[in-house]
């Protein structure tokens, strides 16, 4: 992959500010973005108002800028990319690519948990019912940079999912892919809890007819309960004071090399140091726990 050519990117959720764990995924995908020498792009995936939180989005760019991570370019919301999100919409939609399903959510569960289908020849309306793709390329496995060949559940990977929401909102799996090929990004990386989605992104890449881009699933922050570190799980905002201690317990969390005379530099030049010293191949593939400062 030519280094000029690379685009990467961090795409938060404004559910509530960065903690340790997002420090990761945001630290990673710049560090890999960087030392590649290409873009480093920031969206806001502002598409599920009853899960966001006011000001988050703000304060989120606030820290990501207090840490040192600046991104190229615009920021792009996906509050506002609704008409792109409704363009590939009706695009499947018009090559019976996709169709409209009113199962619930329990009789999934009652069938196993899986989606078999139920709705692909009835010719629901649009009233009351989400949009599911018409499975047609099922990707059973992929090619993970860190971890190597990755497989799926198949009963996932073959399952019609949803990309329109029946309560209106556009479902992550299209809005993601949708966004990372409206902003050319040739890699993708993100925390290995969302190794999942993974196959069903693909799938839905190759299904739209785009290039697919790589990607690579960091290690995952655990609290010492072994529950990963999330907004849900009310992890501690990122510190607000000097952010190098805690870029340095990032740094070696992805076990990367950092200066024993770290204190003595300056955020930028701290940065500078983890670009070079960049090795992909010394992250660790586990989930972790973490010991960050609060």
Known sequence: MPSQHYIGRFAPSPSGELHFGSLIAALGSYLQARAKQGLWLVRIEDIDPPREVPGAATTILKQ???????????????????????????????????????????????????????????????????????????????????????????????????????????AYNLAVVVDDHFQGVTEIVRGADLIEPTVRQISLYQQLGWPVPHYIHLPLALNQQGAKLSKQNHAPALAQGDPRPVLVEALRFLNQQVAADWQSLKLEALLEQAVVNWSLDSVPMNTLFSNAPH
């Open 64 to 170: 990501l800028e207090h840490y040192g991570l600046h991104w190229d370019g615009e920021v792009l919301w996906q509050s506002q990319r609704h008409e792109a999100y409704r363009e590939a919409l009706a695009w499947l939609k018009q090559r019976g690519l996709s169709y409209y399903c009113t199962c619930t959510r329990s009789r999934i569960q009652q069938i196993g948990g899986y989606y078999d289908g139920h709705c692909r020849t009835l010719n629901n309306g649009p009233q009351n019912a989400a949009m599911r793709l018409v499975q047609q390329n099922p990707v059973l496995s992929f090619q993970d940079g860190l971890r190597g060949l990755l497989t799926a559940d198949a009963a996932l990977a073959r399952e019609d999912f949803i990309i329109h929401r029946r309560d209106g909102l556009f």
